[in-house]
Structures are given as structure tokens and as C-alpha cells.
């Protein structure tokens, strides 16, 4: 019996060290196949992989972590949540005794912030994000270092702590040499708006600048979003004839760029001139406008366009002592 027993063992010992071989290097493989993908931004990629890895538990540690830390990161690029990540801060203890994988280092104060924020823990993830700002410049590395101060700013601007986004980016132009083309004129107009919304106007003319780098990048779109908001800054600071002149440098530009916002907003001047027939010629406008979209694109304009368009209707035909017809904006809605 006992010499039955023995090859029965070998065999059995034969086949689970052949399954161990086999399995191991396969999901190692499938590992290093997510690194490239994450590299590259391609996390949905990355997720469908890493699903197919079903026996965690069986993975040496540094594959283990390598597997929690990648499923965290494709969901962090995929901007989903990472409460479900819930084995996150066994990788990034496991990382953070990697000093040498600088990178990986660095993004675990990326993920552990953004872990918090999804938590609205913002205290904490503002006090993480400053450590991993604070390694990246002890380590001069500037890519990490803006990507981290990208993420603490959205959680400033978050809680309305808009004088400290405004010191933020205030630094982060002065290394504007080293900044994306794209993210150099988004901070400038940044800087703008942050500064008027903390009741700063010092700044309001910087979206011009905004603008002109835009345009010489290539980026229409957002260039003319510089100008009508530029213009909409202009309005809050009571600088009326300047902001005429912002939206009417827009329609000359791009007649088709959000038409309804911008002759609502001329018509919002007019009436704080107090020119009546301008304000109503652009009301008129914006609401043949807000018609127009509606059956091209068969969507609904905003509410909040809407609502405007109905109120400041209302204020001019009580100045004007005119009856509200009701059915100019049943029309548009």
C-alpha cells in the first residue's frame, strides 16, 4: 500500500508544481502587460486584464501589491471611485519601502489623496497631497510635483478657498516654462477667475493673455471660452463698456459659440445702462437663439439660461410698465 501511496504523492507534487509554474508567470505576465497600459492611459484596457487574475491570494507579495496598486491606478485614470479599492494602503505602505521606484513612490501620495477626497476627507487629502508636493521638489521633480498641486487645487476651489488657489497657481506660473502649453493658459485664466471669485480683481485682465496663448496652441474652443467668460468677469466688475466689447470681439470671431449666453448677457448690460430698446433687441435675439438650438439639436437649453432669459424679461416690462406675456417663455421651454 505504501508503495502505491508514493507515486500517487509524486505525481500530485509533479502536478501543483506545474500549475505554480504555469499560473506565476502568467499572471506576471498580465502584470507587466497593465503597467504599459496604464502608462499609456489606457485603464479600461488595463481593468479588463487584471480581471482575469482570479487566485490573488496564491501571488508572491510584490505581485499581490502590484495587482491592488494597478486596479487603484485604472480607476483613478478612469476617474471612478477608489473606496472600493479597499487593499489600497497595504500597496502604498508597500511602495513607500521602495524608495528607489521614485515614480510609484510619489503616486502614492496621488492615490492615497484622492482615496480621501472620494471619502470628503479634503483636510487630510490636502495635508497628503502637501507631503507628496514636498517630496516631489526635494527630489526636483517637477512633473510629479504638478500633477500633485493640480489635485490639491481642485480640492481648494472644492471648498471655495479660492485665495489659496489663487497663491497656488500664482507659483505655479512662475515655473510657467516648465508647465503643458495646454495648462499654462488654463492656469492664466485660472488665475483670473479664482482671484474675482476670493474678491480679487487684480487679476481680471489676464484672461487676454489666456486667449492669445490659446490661439497661438491652436485651441479655438477654449480661447473663445476665455472671451465670454472674460467678458462675464468684466459684467461682476461693473466694467460694462469693456465687456460689450469682449462679446461683440466673440460673435466677430465665432458667431455660433454659446450665441444665447452671450446676447443674454449683453442684454443683462443693457438693462444695468439702462438702455431699454438694446436690452430688449437682445432678448429677443438670445430667445430666437435658444429656439434655433433647441430644434437643430433637439436638446433642452439649460434651465439656468432659461430662468435668466424669464427674469430679466420680467424686470424690463415692469420698468417699461408692459404686461409679462407668459407665452415668450412657454416658447423656449
Same mark, same amino acid.
Given at each position: 500500500m505504501k508503495h502505491k501511496i508514493k507515486p500517487i504523492l509524486y505525481i500530485a507534487g509533479i502536478l501543483l508544481l506545474f500549475a505554480t509554474c504555469t499560473r506565476q508567470p502568467h499572471a506576471s505576465a498580465l502584470l507587466q502587460q497593465t503597467d504599459s497600459l496604464l502608462h499609456h492611459h489606457q485603464p479600461d484596457s488595463a481593468l479588463q486584464l487584471l480581471f482575469n487574475?482570479?487566485?490573488?491570494?496564491?501571488?508572491?507579495?510584490?505581485?499581490?501589491?502590484?495587482?491592488?496598486?494597478?486596479?487603484?491606478?485604472?480607476?483613478?485614470?478612469?476617474?471612478?471611485?477608489?473606496?472600493?479599492?479597499?487593499?489600497?494602503?497595504?500597496?502604498?505602505?508597500?511602495?513607500?519601502?521602495?524608495?528607489?521606484?521614485?515614480?510609484?513612490? !510619489?503616486?502614492?501620495?496621488?492615490?492615497?489623496?484622492?482615496?480621501?477626497?472620494?471619502?470628503?476627507?479634503?483636510?487630510?487629502?490636502?495635508?497628503?497631497?502637501?507631503?507628496?508636493?514636498?517630496?516631489?521638489?526635494?527630489?526636483?521633480?517637477?512633473?510629479?510635483? !504638478?500633477?500633485?498641486?493640480?489635485?490639491? !487645487?481642485?480640492?481648494?476651489?472644492?471648498?471655495?478657498?479660492?485665495?489659496?488657489?489663487?497663491?497656488?497657481?500664482?507659483?505655479?506660473?512662475?515655473?510657467?516654462?516648465? !508647465?503643458p502649453v495646454k495648462e499654462h493658459y488654463q492656469m492664466v485664466y485660472s488665475l483670473a477667475l479664482v482671484s474675482q471669485l476670493g474678491g480679487d480683481t487684480s487679476n481680471i485682465d489676464c484672461p487676454e493673455k489666456g486667449f492669445q496663448l490659446a490661439l497661438e496652441a491652436g485651441d479655438t474652443l477654449f480661447a473663445h471660452h476665455i472671451l465670454r467668460n472674460h467678458g462675464c468677469m468684466l459684467v461682476g466688475a461693473h466694467r460694462y463698456r469693456e465687456a460689450i466689447a469682449q462679446f461683440q470681439r466673440l460673435i466677430r470671431l465665432n458667431p455660433d459659440f454659446l450665441p444665447y449666453a452671450v446676447q443674454l448677457s449683453l442684454a443683462e448690460i443693457y438693462i444695468n445702462l439702462g438702455k431699454n430698446d438694446s436690452a430688449f433687441y437682445y432678448l429677443d435675439k438670445a430667445a430666437q437663439s435658444m429656439d434655433k438650438e433647441q430644434k437643430l439639436k433637439k436638446d433642452q437649453i439649460m434651465l439656468s439660461f432659461k430662468s435668466l432669459y424669464y427674469q430679466m424679461q420680467s424686470a424690463l416690462n415692469e420698468r417699461m410698465g408692459l404686461p409679462y406675456n407668459g407665452q415668450d417663455i412657454q416658447a423656449i421651454l
Amino acid at each position: 500500500m505504501k508503495h502505491k501511496i508514493k507515486p500517487i504523492l509524486y505525481i500530485a507534487g509533479i502536478l501543483l508544481l506545474f500549475a505554480t509554474c504555469t499560473r506565476q508567470p502568467h499572471a506576471s505576465a498580465l502584470l507587466q502587460q497593465t503597467d504599459s497600459l496604464l502608462h499609456h492611459h489606457q485603464p479600461d484596457s488595463a481593468l479588463q486584464l487584471l480581471f482575469n487574475i482570479k487566485d490573488e491570494t496564491s501571488l508572491p507579495e510584490a505581485e499581490r501589491m502590484k495587482l491592488i496598486w494597478n486596479k487603484a491606478m485604472a480607476h483613478y485614470q478612469l476617474e471612478m471611485s477608489l473606496l472600493e479599492d479597499s487593499l489600497l494602503y497595504q500597496a502604498i505602505a508597500y511602495y513607500r519601502q521602495q524608495p528607489t521606484d521614485t515614480a510609484r513612490l !510619489l503616486d502614492t501620495y496621488l492615490l492615497e489623496g484622492m482615496y480621501l477626497r472620494w471619502k470628503e476627507a479634503n483636510d487630510e487629502a490636502i495635508t497628503v497631497f502637501d507631503k507628496g508636493i514636498a517630496l516631489a521638489i526635494s527630489r526636483k521633480d517637477t512633473t510629479n510635483m !504638478l500633477v500633485l498641486q493640480r489635485k490639491k !487645487l481642485e480640492v481648494l476651489y472644492k471648498q471655495s478657498r479660492f485665495l489659496e488657489c489663487k497663491a497656488m497657481i500664482e507659483d505655479m506660473l512662475r515655473i510657467a516654462h516648465k !508647465l503643458p502649453v495646454k495648462e499654462h493658459y488654463q492656469m492664466v485664466y485660472s488665475l483670473a477667475l479664482v482671484s474675482q471669485l476670493g474678491g480679487d480683481t487684480s487679476n481680471i485682465d489676464c484672461p487676454e493673455k489666456g486667449f492669445q496663448l490659446a490661439l497661438e496652441a491652436g485651441d479655438t474652443l477654449f480661447a473663445h471660452h476665455i472671451l465670454r467668460n472674460h467678458g462675464c468677469m468684466l459684467v461682476g466688475a461693473h466694467r460694462y463698456r469693456e465687456a460689450i466689447a469682449q462679446f461683440q470681439r466673440l460673435i466677430r470671431l465665432n458667431p455660433d459659440f454659446l450665441p444665447y449666453a452671450v446676447q443674454l448677457s449683453l442684454a443683462e448690460i443693457y438693462i444695468n445702462l439702462g438702455k431699454n430698446d438694446s436690452a430688449f433687441y437682445y432678448l429677443d435675439k438670445a430667445a430666437q437663439s435658444m429656439d434655433k438650438e433647441q430644434k437643430l439639436k433637439k436638446d433642452q437649453i439649460m434651465l439656468s439660461f432659461k430662468s435668466l432669459y424669464y427674469q430679466m424679461q420680467s424686470a424690463l416690462n415692469e420698468r417699461m410698465g408692459l404686461p409679462y406675456n407668459g407665452q415668450d417663455i412657454q416658447a423656449i421651454l
